[in-house]
């Protein structure tokens, strides 16, 4: 049994601190210490001996280096593969983030399945829920067997076990806040257990080329108890978004070793489990309330994925002393910063009115190609003039109320003609582009994309 000291760890980030504070003075989060055991840092010189990271290690020639990309295996899912940049890197680690009751454990029991076809025997192991239950899930999902098995564990040393017995080619843990080891002395679920489980873990994905999802609960005010403190040892971080209520769910990269991040699938959650979205622009666009004010379609990107998303506004006479405003889906600062160039370039008077901006769909919206659409639509419902339906916007808006270029228009305008837009104001900077089937209208102000917008309506 080696030594063990006491630390207190944060439980929101994993700060360590040797005394107990109220204040974590890395993250910011209250009363989120814990008295933990950390294991005694091994002594210099010996390495800790459980540690196996296959194979020693040799310098090789720069030179002499492999490229040569191993081949990835798509899961059969397309968006799935779409948010890890193409297929599953065999060996990789993966973290899943998500709320609880989001969708975790149906999307990676769908994956789990398809990949006991393809890939080789998949090991998928719960801590959370029992064979049976896991199997009643499956068969809702059509879930078939064939190379997959299940087991209900949150011994880490016993699933090691089951790993040799079953030699998989991918491993599911369900979720990595259950497992523990009793060798680490601190409480199953702690910070410094989900770590060292994670990392343990870690070293058997990469000495034996596992593949291995880990799947991680986050909490409801979007700080990680535990993932976030995984987020670097991993290969590829995807959290899920959205509300629990709505039925589209987006699966996002935030990490990603081998693509590109902030790329983004979209599932439907149906009663068959989760259903690809291949067309989200039409999703987002569904129950758009054509010919009302207060709403502008905009054509964003998230990672090489182009999307129209409806951003809507609403504009009325505040009846309390300080105006309100409220932005959800949009940066709160940015949309305080455009009602100020509204006010101040345009002569939109503002002062006065609560001004509310969301983005239809749960979508969240950071780029700052989506000022013009929130800029339209503020001033569409101000005027209480619908903007014309067929027309959709991009781009950034400055302070001196210039619209900006952006990059990749053309991606984007190619998307508005594959939904049937008509036309699309975009920066004049951005031009020439061609597309066909879309009238481009350059604009270099804010005040003049909205006099194209108005004489249209
Ligand atoms: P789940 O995958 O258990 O969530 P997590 O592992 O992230 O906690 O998903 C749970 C929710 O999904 C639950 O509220 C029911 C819903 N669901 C469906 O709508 N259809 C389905 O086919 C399945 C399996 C679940
Ligand atoms: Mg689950």
Redesign the pocket.
């Known amino acids: 049994m080696s030594k063990t000291r006491t630390v207190f760890a944060c439980q929101a980030c994993g700060f360590e601190s040797s005394k107990w504070l109220g204040r974590c003075p890395d993250c910011g989060e209250w009363n989120s210490f814990v008295e933990e055991h950390a294991p005694a840092p091994a002594p210099a010189g010996k390495g800790r001996p459980d540690v196996a990271m296959g194979n020693a290690s040799q310098p090789r020639p720069y030179e002499d280096v492999d490229v040569a990309e191993a081949a990835r295996v798509p899961s059969g899912i397309g968006e799935f593969d779409r948010v890890l940049g193409g297929g599953i890197v065999p060996g990789s680690m993966v973290l899943i983030g ?12 769908q994956v789990a399945h398809l990949l006991g076809r393809t890939h080789g025997a998949v090991l998928y192991v719960s801590g ?1 829920e029992s064979e049976r239950q896991v199997k009643l ?1 499956g068969e ?2 059509g879930v078939a067997g064939g190379g997959l098995f299940l087991a209900t564990e949150t011994s880490l040393e016993r699933i090691l076990e089951h790993v040799d017995a079953v030699r998989p080619a991918a491993l599911v843990v ?2 990595v806040q259950t497992m523990y080891s009793p060798k680490f002395a601190s409480a199953p679920g702690s910070i410094s257990q989900v770590r060292e489980v994670a990392t343990q873990l870690l070293f058997l994905a990469k000495g034996r080329g596992i593949t291995t999802f880990l ?1 991680g ?1 986050v909490t409801k005010d979007g700080s990680l108890a535990g993932p976030k403190s995984l987020e670097h040892i991993v290969d590829t971080v995807l959290y ?1 978004e959205g509300e ?1 209520r709505q039925h589209h769910r987006i699966v996002r990269a935030v990490k990603n070793r081998f693509g590109a991040v902030s790329e983004l699938g979209v599932f439907e ?6 259903v690809p979205v291949p067309n989200p622009s039409a999703l987002f666009l569904a129950e758009r309330p054509v010919g009302s004010p207060g709403s502008a379609v905009v054509a964003t990107l998230e990672g090489t994925r182009p999307m129209l998303v409806e951003v809507q506004a609403l504009v009325s006479p505040t009846s309390f002393g300080t105006p309100r405003r409220m932005a959800l889906g949009v940066d709160a600062n940015r949309t305080n910063l455009l009602l100020a160039v509204l006010e101040k370039r345009v002569g939109l008077e503002l002062m006065s009115d609560d001004v509310f901006v969301s983005v239809a769909g749960g979508l969240e919206v950071n780029e700052p190609a989506a000022d013009l659409g929130v800029a339209a639509a503020v001033a569409s419902s101000f005027r209480n003039r619908a903007l014309p339906a067929h027309t959709t916007v991009f781009g950034e808006v400055g302070l001196a109320g210039e619209v900006r270029a952006i990059g990749q228009p053309a991606l984007r305008a190619r998307e508005a003609a594959v939904m049937g837009f008509k036309r699309c104001l975009l920066p004049t900077r951005n031009l020439p582009l061609d597309v066909p089937g879309l009238e481009l209208i350059g604009v270099s102000s804010l005040e003049g994309a909205l006099e194209r917008l108005f004489d249209e309506g």
């Open positions: 998500g709320e609880p009751g989001i969708g975790k454990s149906t999307l990676l029991l959370e899930r809702r999902l369900d979720s799947i609960h899920f629990k959650m149906t009663e068959k489990g989760l």
